[in-house]
């Protein structure tokens, strides 16, 4: 049997009781490693004074974790710098925000060859290799320097950008080129999947098949692959024992008014600020009504010591200080602004007591929360999902509120539409939400990608030079 080797910048073991800033795609590969099994490669998140390329092994929750600690220039350059500075702002569109520093170049080569170096002696001849986002784009050149030939896929969990704005990153082809040396390079959508063509046709006078583009002298195999959450665990984890609990411990404090939850890393291109403002306008138009509402925004920080985030974190906290000192009265807080991560069922539970899902990034490769917040609905009331139409998300779930989420007046009517949607047509919209995200789940999104890798093999003809 073919064994299956991810690899991904940070590994994040698999627990059910997980909390914190996790991640999307920790949660993802999580869930589909626990079934199968497989080996889960990465960084270790420790900083050590110097490299040493040890391989730290271990076995948890029926994954084989392998991992290593950087050093922190490693961190510097490659993580905070090349990955969170560069490429996390250009790829969301924020080129207000995109760093270019030529150490970032060094580091981010640096760091894949290392993972290069270590992974080697772990992969054995039928294993396919599984590549995880912007972080480990030339990890598949470094392997096949390194003579290996196993199938190798990359699935991108972020947009691809404008070809425009990608055309603004010093040295862009020589970066996007890697991607020819993998056998499969996979998309949240059609979206990203077109803007990837587009750069290529453009920029290296692509040619773009059935499924397959070929440049450079090589053809790689391409597509989408929507990911999904473990519908089946998460709505069971709305129900259990830990989550109800929860709900329980918020019912005293609600007093019967309406919930609003957001749910996000602290980042900003998940439009907390756009959010808290669009919220503000919406008390601002009903003050009639604003007592029986409250707004939970959980954000727990992530890559804190890089600027725009440092930035980010403050402009929050001033605004949610400000919007409560403006319409807070004694027995009622609008807004609770809380940084810190819960378990998996806490969140769920939550979840299913809010009456309305707020979740309106400005850009966002698909987005998690959306669709867990709909599998932790109760069927036979079920709260609504306002979702940005700038998620990947908002390609599956049209039956949410879609708003364009850099418009104050858009987040608010959704609100107020949400907050006073009669029942029949929350479980009309919630059924068809659902079977989407029960149909495109975690195990589909893993099947479709490792089947449409293992065939990914060209015919020989087609293969690129040895
Ligand atoms: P991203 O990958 O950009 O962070 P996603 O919405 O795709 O965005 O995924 C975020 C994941 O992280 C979700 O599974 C969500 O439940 C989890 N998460 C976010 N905030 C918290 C938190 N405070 N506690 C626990 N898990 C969280
Ligand atoms: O899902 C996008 C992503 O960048 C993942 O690659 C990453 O695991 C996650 O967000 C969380 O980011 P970080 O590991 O930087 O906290």
Redesign the pocket.
């Known amino acids: 049997m073919t064994r299956l080797i991810v690899v991904s910048n940070r590994v994040t073991p698999p627990t059910a009781d997980?909390?914190?800033?996790?991640?999307?795609?920790?949660?993802?590969i999580g869930e589909a490693l626990r079934e199968n099994g497989g080996v889960w490669f990465g960084w270790s998140g420790q900083r050590v004074p110097e490299f040493t390329g040890q391989v730290n092994l271990q076995r948890a929750g029926g994954v084989t974790t392998a991992t290593v600690d950087l050093e922190e220039q490693d961190v510097d350059e490659y993580y905070n710098g090349y990955a969170n500075k560069t490429l996390w702002p250009l790829f969301h569109y924020r080129i207000d925000l995109t760093e270019y520093d030529r150490s970032f170049d060094a580091g981010y080569a640096r760091v894949n060859q290392r993972f290069a170096d270590t992974l080697l002696p772990i992969i054995q001849p039928d294993d396919i290799i599984w590549v995880h986002d912007y972080h480990l784009i030339p990890l598949a050149r470094e392997l096949r320097a390194r003579g290996v030939t196993n199938r190798i896929g990359f699935f991108l969990?972020?947009p691809w950008p404008p070809m425009r704005l990608l055309a603004t990153l010093p040295r862009h082809k020589e970066l996007v080129s890697g991607l020819f040396d993998y056998d499969l390079v996979g998309f949240q959508t059609h979206e990203w999947l077109e803007a990837f063509c587009d750069y290529f046709q453009r920029e290296a006078d692509a040619e773009v098949g059935d499924g397959v583009m070929s440049a450079f002298g090589r053809t790689v195999r391409i597509g989408a692959f929507p990911?999904g959450?473990d519908a089946g665990a998460f709505k069971e984890a709305a129900k259990s024992a830990e989550a109800l609990a929860a709900r329980e411990r918020m019912r005293e404090s609600i007093a019967g008014r309406q919930m609003i939850v957001g749910?996000?890393?602290l980042?900003y291109?998940?439009g907390l600020e756009e959010r808290f403002l669009g919220y503000e306008r919406f008390l601002a138009d009903n003050p009639e009504r604003c007592q029986e509402v409250f707004l939970l925004q959980?954000?727990?920080p992530?890559r804190s010591e890089i600027g725009s985030y440092q930035e980010i974190r403050n402009k929050l906290d001033a605004l949610s200080g400000r919007i409560n000192g403006a319409y807070a009265e004694v027995d009622w807080v609008p807004l609770r602004y809380?940084n810190?991560?819960?378990?998996?069922a806490?969140?769920a539970g939550i979840y299913r007591t809010a009456r309305l899902g707020l979740?309106t990034?400005l850009r966002?490769?698909?987005?998690?929360?959306?669709?867990?917040y709909v599998a932790a609905q109760d069927p036979a009331d079920p709260g609504v999902l306002v979702l940005s139409q700038f998620a990947g998300?908002a390609l599956q779930m049209p039956e949410a509120l879609l708003v364009n989420p850099f418009s104050q007046e858009e987040i608010a009517e959704a609100i107020a539409e949400g907050l006073g949607m009669r029942k029949a047509e929350r479980i009309r919209r919630w059924e068809a939400l659902m079977h989407n995200v029960e149909s495109c789940d975690v195990r589909r999104w893993r099947d479709d990608f490792v089947a449409a890798l293992e065939a990914a093999r060209l015919p020989v003809a087609m293969r690129p030079p040895a």
């Open positions: 997980a909390t914190g800033s996790q991640g999307g795609l920790a949660v993802a969990h972020i990911i959450i749910v996000d890393r980042d291109s998940k959980i954000a727990p992530t809380v810190r991560g819960y378990p998996r806490v969140l979740v990034p966002d490769g698909m987005n998690l929360v959306a669709k867990e998300a």
